[in-house]
T-cell receptor, first 111, second 116 residues
C-alpha cells in the first residue's frame, strides 16, 4: 500500500526562525510531490510542488526532494505566526492517479 | 488562476433527506475531480475520483449508491449525499486537476454538512 508519512507535531518554532517539515513515502513509483497548507476549518491550499531531485525555491518556501531516500521536505524561512497551520505532504504518480496524502504536520509559530 | 468553487459552503439538513454539493473549476478545465471528506481533527479521506464523462471510481468502503457523483462537464462535478444520516455530517471538499501532465490538485473551499 502506498503511504506518505509525516510527524503529526506540533512543531513549534519562534517567529523569524526556519521551520523544517519532513515527509517520507513508500512508493518508489511516485513522480510528483506536493505541499499543501490547511488552516483550521478551511480546505487545503497548494503551496508548492516538486518533481525533480534537489531544491525548489518560491519566496520563503523551499521544497526538497531526495528520491533515493524517498524523502521530501519543506523549509519555511522567516516563519510568521500566520504560517501556523497544518501542512500536508502528498505524493502522486503519473496521469490521472490520485494523490496519497500524509496525515499532516501541525506547525505553531509563536510571536 | 486555478480557482475551484463549491456550493453551498454550509448546509444543514434533516435525517433522511438528500443534499447536493456542486464543485466548479472557474478558470480551467478539470479533466479529473476528486471528492474528499474530513472529520474534525482528522486527515483528508478520498471518497472518489471522477473523470469527465465517465463513472466515478470510489474508494474502498465508500458506498457509491449513497454518495452519487456526476461529472457531466469539464468544469462541474456534483456530489449528492442520499438519505443523509447524522454520521454523514462532515466537511466535504472537492479538488480539481487539469489532467495529464499536471498532477497538482486545487481544492475548493469545502462544504460543511450537518445532518440533524
Amino acid at each position: 500500500q502506498k503511504e506518505v508519512e509525516q510527524n503529526s507535531g506540533p512543531l513549534s518554532v519562534p517567529e523569524g526562525a526556519i521551520a523544517s517539515l519532513n515527509c517520507t513515502y513508500s512508493d518508489r513509483g511516485s513522480q510528483s510531490f506536493f505541499w499543501y497548507r490547511q488552516y483550521s476549518g478551511k480546505s487545503p491550499e497548494l503551496i508548492m510542488f516538486i518533481y525533480s531531485n534537489g531544491d525548489k525555491e518560491d519566496g520563503r518556501f523551499t521544497a526538497q526532494l531526495n528520491k533515493a531516500s524517498q524523502y521530501v521536505s519543506l523549509l519555511i524561512r522567516d516563519s510568521q505566526p500566520s504560517d501556523s497551520a497544518t501542512y500536508l505532504c502528498a505524493g502522486g504518480g503519473t496521469g490521472f492517479q490520485k494523490l496519497v496524502f500524509g496525515t499532516g504536520t501541525r506547525l505553531l509559530v509563536s510571536p | 488562476g486555478a480557482v475551484v468553487s463549491q456550493h453551498p459552503s454550509r448546509v444543514i439538513c434533516k435525517s433522511g433527506t438528500s443534499v447536493k454539493i456542486e464543485c466548479r473549476s472557474l478558470d480551467f478545465q478539470a479533466t479529473t475531480m476528486f471528492w474528499y471528506r474530513q472529520f474534525p481533527k482528522q486527515s483528508l479521506m478520498l471518497m472518489a475520483t471522477s473523470n469527465e464523462g465517465s463513472k466515478a471510481t470510489y474508494e474502498q468502503g465508500v458506498e457509491k449508491d449513497k454518495f452519487l457523483i456526476n461529472h457531466a462537464s469539464l468544469t462541474l462535478s456534483t456530489l449528492t449525499v442520499t438519505s443523509a444520516h447524522p454520521e454523514d455530517s462532515s466537511f466535504y471538499i472537492c479538488s480539481a486537476s487539469s489532467g495529464w501532465g499536471a498532477y497538482e490538485q486545487y481544492f475548493g473551499p469545502g462544504t460543511r454538512l450537518t445532518v440533524t
